[in-house]
């Protein structure tokens, strides 16, 4: 069964900084890996959908890449602002579930003025 | 582009009441996933369905869940009797086929068992 890590689980940083979220997992034979936000008491929203033969893409300030054969993806903010404050899921497909995304636990982002 | 389309968007039930959940995916949107998200966690697999044939559904908790998507669209997630576990948020999601691009997240349905 795939497994997904996040870390840091939380990070709070001042408005203007670069940060970098982490997310591994196990199994590194995946289609898709997909960066979500999500608000709270909202759905979640797609950032970033990297397909397995693709190395990374970008979206505005946010960089996400993909390394399979170490099973790691970061997703990169740059600039941060205040409206950046969320929780960050990174969900990986798993072959196991017909390929559906298994989620790890986020990141819970604040970004302070 | 009309989104996932989720109702109702909060329900609060006793212990062992029943409650369904009702989506519409994206149109066109051949597979369709049920999720629960428990606070402070990730959302966890409960069901999922390419048309109307279900793919997965090894973590639903069949004792209590069900779920159907009768004529491949529309889907509806019924739960009873309710325990106070249940309690989470309820998310579908849609994607164009197995595989094959991105998930698409409607609202969620919040569940509160007392």
Redesign the interface.
Known sequence: KQE?TQIPAALSVPEGENLVLNCSFTDSAI??L?W?RQDP??????LL?IQSSQREQTSGRLNASLDKSSGRSTLYIAASQPGDSATY?C?V?DSN??????????TSLLVTP | EAGVAQSPRYKIIEKRQSVAFWCNPISGHATLYWYQQILGQGPKLLIQFQNNGVVDDSQLPKDRFSAERLKGVDSTLKIQPAKLEDSAVYLCASSFGQNTGELFFGEGSRLTVL
């Open positions: 997904v289609y898709n997909q979500f008491g909202k759905g979640l929203t797609s959908l899921l969900a497909d579930s017909g390929y559906a995304l298994n989620f790890g636990k986020g």
